[in-house]
């Protein structure tokens, strides 16, 4: 009989962490570099409850991450159950199928969050406008003038949705083209557009890392991150300190041992809010559009990173990207180099 392509594997007791090779007929797949013990530990973190989950079903048709000769790759396992306990089944590579279907379905989740915001939040300001463009025309002198700022400002506040929408679908793409750039630099030239004219101060803690990344795009981030801080931060001090003197808020960027952090010494976030910040739309400034920190997330998971949110040292909120392919992580000399 012809052989069928894929890897024939078992897995005893259908344990996860388990996968013993029965047969391989799969070019694609370098089967003697698979993990011999803790094939679990080889799974993308992300993945993994959704490999449990599948073993425990009925039929087992999962695809999910596995790193191989130190690259993650993307296999597509289908099994059943044996009357023993076991699982066997086969694994496939999923392909670049696979990945258009991923494709989509980020273009679909992107769709829909243009169609909510569209439905809603773009319609408050329009009907805001409208109705005292309307109110103008039967209205003479001061009051038409305060009639027209009205719309003036909501046509305004449209207008940053837009933008704002219209960055949330380009940085969800995938970065294609990196270069080796200086972490510095990129800080630097971000806090020129963003914090010169504030009441603010940038510190750069010790020796920031070289790193392979679209350096136009990680500005990006960084002016968004700085504008977040310098938004939301404290206005006289940190939340133990009735006054002191200097910047309203300080923001400190540093480096870790696979990344780097940006950290600020304002009112923080609260535990409970802190997995919701990278909603899109979701924000706490009168005048904000909620879309700066969703922006930063997709541009460090366009890059293949992760961005997560906790406390800082000085009380305010920390952001640390990790699973960064940088030079001289983690390099904490505690050195300022400027602010």
Known sequence: MERRPGVAYRRPGGDPTRFVVEAA??????????PRTGWLEA????????????????????TYRLTVDDEPTWVHERGSHTEGGDV?????PAGERFESRRRLERERERLAEFASVVSHDLRNPLSVAVGNLELATELDGDAADER??????????????????????????TVEE?????????????WRTVGDDADAALVVDGSL???????SRLRQAFENLFRNSIEHGSAGGPPDSDDRSGPSVRIVVGPLQDGFYVADDGTGIPPEERDAVFEPGRSTADDGTGFGLAIVERIAEAHGWSVSVTEGRDGGARFDFTGVDCERCGDTDGATIGD
């Open 25 to 34: 007929d799969e070019p694609q797949l370098n089967v003697g570099a698979f």
């Open 148 to 173: 027209l700022n009205r719309a003036r400002d909501a046509l305004g506040w449209m207008d940053d949705l837009i933008s704002d929408l219209l960055a949330l679908a380009r940085e969800g793409r």
């Open 209 to 215: 890392p070289t790193v392979d990344c679209d350096g």
């Open 43 to 62: 799974v993308a973190e992300s993945d993994r409850e959704r490999l449990r989950s599948a073993l425990d079903g009925d039929a087992i048709d999962v």
């Open 88 to 92: 066997v089944g086969y694994l496939f």
């Open 178 to 190: 990196t270069t080796t750039t200086a972490l510095e630099d990129v800080v630097r030239r971000a």
